[in-house]
């Protein structure tokens, strides 16, 4: 007998999927809107790395290093934090950006505080590993300038701070706790200007985003919800 002449019922579960009904018009996918958690990550950045630039820069003394671990420890929390609302905004950049930040500054905050063996070349290996990934980052995130530019500033801050860590010489010390300044002014830049682009709606200062980046915020409803049906958390697998 032929198969397909037969009634769906009476088929194999197989050929009784060709007769589903399209589930499409009966489904319902719901956003929760949220604030921007991207200038709070970033003025994590800025003030952990103000902490850290000041003792390399011999300002704090030898004998901080146990108040600056416990000081810098709140940006792991604050920043881990952003990733995961990061996350829930379906920004995967900025989310893996701030949960590998987060890291950094948990590891670097509990080989201070326990002046662990080893711990300065350990760090230097870190920190390597972080400019590596840095510049990476930075390859894919020129359509998010502000993102970018703490990127650029980032991967030699860590470079030269890895150097720092296996070295020890006290003139590269004083370089990457002057980069680690630098770096907490980049983030300043873009916590101040992404925060007053999420108060007021529109760009205020320079934030120099393009392509989707641009159209995420001058762009149209159709346009955010453009292949909504392939991101993460709607698609059945990652």
Not at 126 to 149: G, Q, Y
Request: net charge neutral; proline share 5%; charged share 15%.
């Amino acid at each position: 007998m032929n198969h397909g002449s037969e009634p769906p019922e009476q088929q194999s579960p197989r050929a009784a999927r060709h007769f589903e009904p399209d589930l499409r018009p009966m489904t319902r996918i719901n956003l929760r809107p949220i604030a921007s958690p991207m200038p709070v990550g970033f003025f994590a950045v800025a003030i952990a790395s103000v902490i850290v630039g000041t003792l390399q820069l011999g300002l704090l003394g030898d004998e901080a290093h146990l108040a600056v671990a416990l000081t810098i420890l709140p940006a792991f929390v604050l920043q881990l934090v952003v990733s995961i609302l990061a996350f829930g905004a379906r920004d995967v950049l900025a989310a893996t950006l701030m949960a590998c930040f987060s890291g950094t500054w948990l590891a670097s905050s509990l080989v201070l505080a326990f002046d662990a063996p080893s711990g300065a070349r350990v760090l230097g290996v870190l920190n390597l590993a972080f400019a590596l990934f840095a510049l990476m980052m930075a390859s894919v995130a020129h359509r998010k300038r502000s993102m970018w530019l703490v990127l650029c500033v980032a991967v030699p801050r860590f470079t030269v701070a890895a150097l720092f860590n296996f070295t020890g010489a006290t003139w590269v010390g004083y370089l990457s706790g002057a980069l680690g300044l630098l770096l907490a002014v980049a983030a300043l830049y873009a916590a101040f200007a992404l925060m007053l682009e999420d108060m007021r709606g529109e760009e205020v200062l320079p934030v120099g985003r393009r392509g989707p980046a641009h159209e995420a915020v001058e762009g149209n409803l159709a346009l955010q919800l453009r292949d909504l049906e392939r991101q993460a958390g709607v698609r059945r697998t990652l």
